[in-house]
């Protein structure tokens, strides 16, 4: 396996709560934690890709302004796993999200999960 894969995801009502999780296998474990940046992208249908969130090797974060507040991103190096707490979640955050590692540039990066379903409705 050398893709990252996402899970957690779900259908939730407005102002309910999420965790998802992206989990690097031992293959690329190695390679993730060699100082790479680890991110959250989302796309809606018929959208692009939308940048949500980042964490550096040392821990800093950043966020969108569309999360900022509201989602909280977290990474445990030990077991290779990046996290996303979303809380008050709004009809806006569906989407399909999508973990990746290490930058190459360009906004693009060297590894890429499948992505996990989040729905918001009523």
């Keep these: 396996q050398v893709k990252p894969v996402e899970s957690g995801g779900g259908s939730v009502q407005p102002g309910g709560s999420l965790k998802l999780a992206c989990t690097a296998s031992e293959s690329i474990k190695e390679d993730i934690n060699k100082n790479c940046v680890r991110a959250w992208y989302r796309q809606a ?3 692009e890709r939308e940048w949500v969130s980042l964490i550096g090797p040392m821990g800093t974060t950043a966020y969108s302004d569309a999360v900022k507040g509201r ?4 990474r445990d ?3 290779g ?6 809380n008050s979640l709004k009809t806006e955050d569906t989407a399909l999200y999508l973990c990746a590692a290490c930058g190459v540039g360009g906004g693009d990066y ?3 999960g499948q992505g ?5 409705s009523a």
């Design 116 to 120: 996990t379903q989040v729905t918001v």
């Design 45 to 47: 249908p018929g959208e």
């Design 110 to 112: 060297k590894y890429w």
């Design 77 to 79: 190096s030990a077991k």
């Design 71 to 74: 989602f909280t991103i977290s």
């Design 81 to 86: 796993t990046l996290y996303l707490q979303m």
